[in-house]
């Protein structure tokens, strides 16, 4: 998820690309991929789709496609063979006063009972997953596999002991700050640079007590100072939750190739990323900026939009396409980062993390339904179908079974 909600979208709007993606697959080829990932566990590390519960007119069960607004929902998870994953508690970032502090804190609190009454309500098709086995049972049982994490931790700034009733209400992967600095630790992307050299004292508190209750963390959106901060300081590996690779697109939010070696060292994973801004350059004209902008507020803004208002988000967005063309990413371009990752780390330490329905998806791959592209292109990469389960879930649920024996074995009564 990132800030300006209209502008990350125009990596999923239909029209015409600067570049095409010259990756295809055969119907044969995707059928074996489907076949193979329904044998698998398939989660994704980073959905933003609990952003779309809060509005009155999206529901789960029902296809939401061919619009700007959602690319998961259950119809096309069970069409991209996709499992569950990671549903965030995603927080905007504030301007740090205590007001605002009070508004994330009650923001984080009512997203979270918003995936507890998805949950709810669904009972025979999703399911809370606490541990590290929990989700190869949900599956065995039929059901979809809901893990709870938390992007940007500025929900806790104004009362840190939170921390310890998200973990009772079923956290288990946090990160600690977005687009911009808080008081826990600095941003790879705010323009002001940095203010603490990566973790604050107060996040350096705040990752501890995340590793005693067994949570892991959660690296991306942070900057390279609070990755060389997590390497020194965490008894127990950690993940990027999505993340590309620096050495194919120069970006702050990406991870160079001696982190990724550092990370793996460690034990850890880096979730591939389908963010487009992230994997090619996509800077857009200023007229296009405006048009954007007006845009959103005419439609009443991202948060408060309805899904009906995202079909004539989806729309205009294609005519601004249209009129204001762009350099967008591409299949071709998520696989260049994915491939050179595993290229640098190998299988056991890369994992997917799409950023659905927060900006993820690149022209070649929409929504969730596509996502057996990705198991048909390791497949041609000659990947054995242990590897590809790894990369599907085994790695990141590696990196979890770790975190919770640590923090049972370190446990003080
Ligand atoms: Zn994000």
């Known amino acids: 998820m990132m800030l300006r909600p209209l502008s990350l979208l125009v990596s999923l709007s239909l029209c015409v690309?600067?570049?095409?993606?010259?990756?295809?697959f055969s119907a044969a080829e995707l059928a074996k991929a489907s076949t193979l990932q329904r044998t698998l566990l398939t989660l994704?590390?980073?959905?933003?789709?609990?952003?779309?519960?809060?509005?009155?007119?999206?529901?789960?069960?029902?296809?939401?496609?061919?619009?700007?607004?959602?690319?998961?929902?259950?119809?096309?998870?069970?069409?991209?063979?996709?499992?569950g994953g990671f549903f965030a508690i995603y927080t905007d970032q504030g301007d740090r006063s205590r007001a605002a502090h009070l508004a994330e804190r009650d923001h984080g609190l009512q997203r979270i009972l918003q995936i507890h009454e998805m949950l709810a309500a669904n009972p025979d098709t999703f399911q809370l997953a606490l541990s590290a086995d929990d989700a190869a049972k949900i599956k065995a049982a039929g059901k979809r596999v809901v893990y709870i994490s938390m992007e940007n931790a500025s929900p806790l700034v104004a009362d840190p002991s939170l921390l310890s009733y998200y973990h009772k209400a079923g956290l288990r992967l946090l990160s600690t700050v977005h687009f911009a600095n808080n008081e826990f630790a600095d941003s790879a992307t705010d323009p002001k640079g940095a203010e603490w050299k990566g973790l604050s004292p107060a996040g350096k508190a705040l990752v501890n007590e995340a590793v005693k209750l067994g949570i892991v963390i959660d690296q991306s959106h942070a900057s390279d100072a609070v990755f060389d901060d997590l390497i020194a300081m965490m008894p127990v590996p950690f993940i990027l939750s999505h993340s590309s690779a620096k050495a194919i697109y120069h970006?702050?939010?990406?991870?160079?190739?001696?982190?990724?070696?550092?990370?793996?060292?460690?034990?850890?994973?880096?979730?591939?990323?389908?963010?487009?801004?992230?994997?090619?350059?996509?800077?857009?004209?200023?007229?296009?900026?405006?048009?954007?902008?007006e845009l959103e507020k005419r439609l009443g803004g991202w948060e408060h939009m309805t899904m009906a208002k995202g079909v004539e988000l989806r729309k205009a967005m294609a005519e601004l396409d249209q009129k204001y063309p762009q350099r967008k990413a591409t299949l071709e371009d998520f696989f260049a980062h994915f491939g050179h990752m595993l290229d640098v780390v190998g299988p056991d330490h890369v994992g997917i993390g799409m950023d659905w329905d927060g900006g993820g998806g690149v022209t070649g791959m929409e929504d969730a339904a596509d996502l057996p592209k990705i198991t048909a292109w390791m497949q041609r990469r000659g990947l054995s179908e242990a590897q590809i389960a790894n990369i599907w879930s085994g790695n990141v649920l590696r990196v979890m079974?770790?975190?919770?024996?640590?923090?049972?074995?370190?446990?003080?009564?």
């Open 44 to 83: 994704d590390s980073h959905l933003d789709t609990p952003a779309n519960f809060a509005r009155a007119d999206f529901n789960i069960m029902r296809r939401h496609d061919h619009n700007a607004l959602s690319q998961v929902d259950y119809p096309r998870m069970v069409e991209g063979a996709l499992d």
């Open 17 to 24: 690309p600067l570049a095409a993606s010259a990756v295809e």
């Open 251 to 293: 970006h702050p939010r990406n991870l160079d190739d001696a982190r990724l070696r550092q990370l793996a060292a460690k034990g850890g994973v880096i979730q591939a990323n389908a963010y487009g801004g992230y994997l090619v350059d996509e800077t857009k004209s200023a007229e296009r900026k405006q048009a954007e902008e």
């Open 401 to 413: 079974r770790q975190a919770q024996e640590y923090a049972a074995t370190h446990a003080t009564p």
